[in-house]
């Protein structure tokens, strides 16, 4: 990653750290806490999902938002989770400011500046929606829960896209190592997008722990496509050695 960062590039960084430290340190504490978690869950009463009642018999499994259910992991994962929601927020419309700002100076078409305007309104769907999550519990709230995570996932990965179009003629040049950063965006959006899709298929076909494995690694790569948009502040032709 560059060297020199402005204080935007800080804050992006920032987020996904918190990010991280928030869902790796909620599951450990989920993970160790024992009790209720590693008894049977029964949630057939709020949802039937395509035929099949939701019930976990060895209690919750490894999701990201198992970490919301109980204390005292659930406030890390509250407050770690809104805050990374704000920070998006802020982040979604400094990246439209910049980009906007960078496409005035360029030859840019209706559909670089229509997808720049578009991410940053799936960019601030994303955070406004993520904050209420945080503080939406699964067992209590399935089906809302579902809704605003499915809702995340989908803006974040929308967004990303948005961005990556609207920045086609802005980061054409750029790399980090050896890789284009457009076609590094492209590669971790479509693990994240296939990521999403399989947590559903194996959750209905296979287990709900391997549904969390896919949900964790749509997690990993959709947050390390957010990375890469350091190149929004960074000047053209930039290149990571």
Known sequence: M?????????????????????????????QLGGGARDKLIDLSDQL?????????????????SSAGVYAPESVVFGIGFTIVGAMILWLSNRVWRETSNQLSEENST??????????????????????MLAWTPMHTKLVQHLIMATIVFSCSILWAVLVTISRTILDADKK????????LRWTL??????????????????????????????FVSLNCGLLTFYTVFEGRGFEEE
């Open 189 to 218: 959006l479509c693990i994240a997008f296939l990521s999403m899709q399989l947590s559903v298929i194996t959750f209905v076909l296979i287990s709900p722990t391997i549904s969390a494995l896919f949900e964790w690694l749509l």
């Open 176 to 183: 980090w190592r050896e890789y284009k950063i457009t076609r």
């Open 48 to 64: 039937n999902f395509f035929g099949q009642e939701v019930i976990f018999e060895n209690g919750l499994p490894p999701y990201i």
């Open 2 to 30: 560059p060297t020199h960062k402005d204080l935007r590039t800080r804050i992006l960084f920032a987020m996904v750290g918190l990010t991280f430290f928030t869902a790796i340190l909620s599951q450990i504490m989920l």
């Open 110 to 131: 209706i559909i670089h500046l229509r997808t720049n305007h578009a991410g940053f309104i799936a960019g601030d769907i994303c955070g406004f929606v993520l904050i």
